[in-house]
């Protein structure tokens, strides 16, 4: 048995970028036009897209675009795992009982958009079909409704305060709700949309000399930061002077599609939905829009080929066994694979990283099924986030030169398949408050 907490590079990783099949992709990928692969199962897509931003960095960004929202936050932590600057593009979704879009997923959008248009382009971009047909603020609006403040930056505060309350912040004593402002001599405190943490600007005239994070229950002054995003508006960021995301890509962008016909059957869907198509562009026009822009487009399927059945490369993956539920017979099944393949165990924390090694050492020190050594021996514990595994590979050589691994969550081995959910940032010191919110599944670091 290996471990390793190591998480910018693996074996397996190294293995998957050096295959046959990834030299065919490449070749293609050099050629541009329409590709098609054959092969997604599990996470594999997005350790191809890993693969091919650090072998055709050239074509950066690679858009990555999946069909579901979960999907694009799952593809994201995977990705930044593989040491790829990987940023989502969400869609604006009005939840039930609100009439705006979350200010979340609009902060988002925006801070995208402002990365595009300053040239800081991330190298792969991770979007919902639904969030590339909804239209986003052009150049001129974006710094309407946008403003990035940090220390040493001059602001007329009277014509800042006429912007804040235009825009439909509301004036207040002191600060305790997102899109409140207050105003007490030389600081002005924030409470900005997006989920961010209110904060306090410290001015000397119109020079800003600080900014500070601030505690909303007792109003005192927090962490020092180095900028805050305050964003005017989240209503009418969709409408008929909107502009596609796509005509902000550079030409030698790259486009991955994520199982085309199931990303076109959602768009299908959220078109239908649509009540004002100001902005929104339908799926057939979102298409042509990528094949115009970009100069190639990657569609992966798990079995089908899709758009060029000319230009067909078979990505040489297959599904993991289900893994039963009793854990013994689990680990039966796991020493299975491995006398067959390299195995690594991916776990996302460390509890379960440490858990990993306790139990592969045990079996194998008392000398117990289910796991010999021989099978241990070919097993690499690392430390990373894999949602779904993957077996890579046709053969059932053991040979050391082979292109075959299996790629083995361990939350999968235990069929534990938790929901993950993002927490929350905590907003100001109504700390002990949002800490009451928190719900198993949630990361608290």
Same mark, same amino acid.
């Given at each position: 048995?290996?471990?390793?907490?190591?998480?910018?590079?693996?074996?397996?990783?190294?293995?998957?970028?050096?295959?046959?099949?990834?030299?065919?992709?490449?070749?293609?990928?050099?050629?541009?036009?329409?590709?098609?692969?054959?092969?997604?199962?599990?996470?594999?897509?997005?350790?191809?897209?890993?693969?091919?931003?650090?072998?055709?960095?050239?074509?950066?960004?690679?858009?990555?675009?999946?069909?579901?929202?979960?999907?694009?936050?799952?593809?994201?932590?995977?990705?930044?795992?593989?040491?790829?600057?990987?940023?989502?593009?969400?869609?604006?979704?009005?939840?039930?009982?609100?009439?705006?879009?979350?200010?979340?997923?609009?902060?988002?959008?925006?801070?995208?958009?402002?990365?595009?248009?300053?040239?800081?382009?991330?190298?792969?971009?991770?979007?919902?079909?639904?969030?590339?047909?909804?239209?986003?603020?052009?150049?001129?609006?974006?710094?309407?409704?946008?403003?990035?403040?940090?220390?040493?930056?001059?602001?007329?505060?009277?014509?800042?305060?006429?912007?804040?309350?235009?825009?439909?912040?509301?004036?207040?004593?002191?600060?305790?709700?997102?899109?409140?402002?207050?105003?007490?001599?030389?600081?002005?405190?924030?409470?900005?949309?997006?989920?961010?943490?209110?904060?306090?600007?410290?001015?000397?005239?119109?020079?800003?000399?600080?900014?500070?994070?601030?505690?909303?229950?007792?109003?005192?002054?927090?962490?020092?930061?180095?900028?805050?995003?305050?964003?005017?508006?989240?209503?009418?960021?969709?409408?008929?002077?909107?502009?596609?995301?796509?005509?902000?890509?550079?030409?030698?962008?790259?486009?991955?599609?994520?199982?085309?016909?199931?990303?076109?059957?959602?768009?299908?869907?959220?078109?239908?939905?649509?009540?004002?198509?100001?902005?929104?562009?339908?799926?057939?026009?979102?298409?042509?829009?990528?094949?115009?822009?970009?100069?190639?487009?990657?569609?992966?399927?798990?079995?089908?080929?899709?758009?060029?059945?000319? #230009?067909?490369?078979?990505?040489?993956? !297959?599904?993991?066994? &289900?893994? /039963?539920?009793? %854990?013994?017979? =689990?680990?039966?099944? *796991?020493?299975?694979?491995?006398?067959?393949?390299?195995?690594?165990?991916?776990?996302?924390?460390?509890?379960?990283?440490?858990?990993?090694?306790?139990?592969?050492?045990?079996?194998?020190?008392?000398?117990?099924?289910?796991?010999?050594?021989?099978?241990?021996?070919?097993?690499?514990?690392?430390?990373?986030?894999?949602?779904?595994?993957?077996?890579?590979?046709?053969?059932?050589?053991?040979?050391?030169?082979?292109?075959?691994?299996?790629?083995?969550?361990?939350?999968?081995?235990?069929?534990?398949?938790?929901? #993950?959910?993002?927490?929350?940032?905590? !907003?100001?010191?109504? &700390?002990? /408050?949002?800490? %009451?919110?928190? =719900?198993?599944?949630? *990361?608290?670091?």
């Amino acid at each position: 048995m290996n471990s390793s907490t190591d998480t910018s590079s693996s074996k397996w990783f190294n293995v998957f970028s050096e295959s046959d099949a990834i030299a065919q992709v490449v070749t293609e990928l050099n050629v541009g036009g329409d590709i098609s692969l054959r092969g997604a199962v599990g996470s594999s897509t997005h350790v191809l897209v890993a693969t091919l931003q650090r072998t055709c960095g050239e074509y950066s960004p690679f858009v990555l675009v999946v069909p579901h929202l979960d999907d694009a936050e799952e593809a994201i932590e995977e990705l930044v795992g593989l040491g790829i600057d990987a940023t989502g593009f969400p869609a604006l979704e009005v939840m039930p009982g609100e009439t705006n879009p979350s200010a979340d997923l609009v902060s988002a959008r925006l801070d995208l958009v402002r990365r595009m248009i300053e040239g800081r382009i991330p190298q792969v971009i991770v979007a919902p079909f639904p969030a590339l047909m909804q239209g986003v603020p052009n150049q001129d609006r974006l710094e309407a409704i946008q403003k990035t403040i940090r220390p040493g930056d001059e602001i007329d505060v009277e014509v800042f305060l006429a912007w804040l309350s235009e825009s439909g912040w509301t004036r207040v004593d002191a600060v305790e709700n997102p899109g409140e402002f207050a105003v007490r001599g030389g600081l002005l405190d924030l409470f900005p949309y997006g989920g961010a943490i209110p904060v306090r600007i410290d001015l000397f005239g119109d020079e800003v000399e600080r900014i500070h994070e601030i505690d909303t229950a007792t109003q005192a002054s927090d962490r020092a930061i180095t900028e805050t995003v305050i964003i005017a508006t989240t209503e009418g960021l969709v409408d008929e002077h909107s502009v596609s995301i796509m005509s902000m890509l550079p030409k030698e962008s790259t486009v991955v599609l994520a199982e085309l016909s199931e990303i076109v059957e959602q768009g299908r869907g959220y078109w239908e939905r649509v009540r004002d198509s100001k902005g929104v562009c339908g799926p057939p026009a979102v298409l042509k829009q990528l094949r115009d822009r970009c100069r190639a487009i990657i569609d992966v399927n798990e079995f089908s080929v899709a758009n060029a059945s000319n #230009r067909v490369v078979t990505i040489p993956v !297959r599904t993991l066994p &289900t893994f /039963d539920d009793e %854990l013994s017979s =689990a680990m039966e099944q *796991l020493e299975s694979i491995a006398k067959v393949y390299p195995v690594t165990l991916a776990c996302t924390t460390t509890g379960e990283f440490e858990r990993a090694r306790e139990l592969i050492s045990r079996v194998v020190d008392d000398n117990a099924r289910p796991i010999d050594r021989e099978s241990a021996d070919r097993i690499t514990i690392e430390h990373r986030h894999v949602h779904r595994g993957f077996i890579h590979g046709e053969g059932d050589s053991c040979e050391s030169d082979s292109e075959d691994f299996a790629l083995v969550p361990f939350h999968e081995l235990l069929n534990r398949w938790g929901v #993950r959910r993002k927490a929350a940032k905590l !907003r100001g010191a109504s &700390t002990r /408050d949002e800490f %009451l919110k928190f =719900a198993p599944g949630d *990361l608290v670091v």
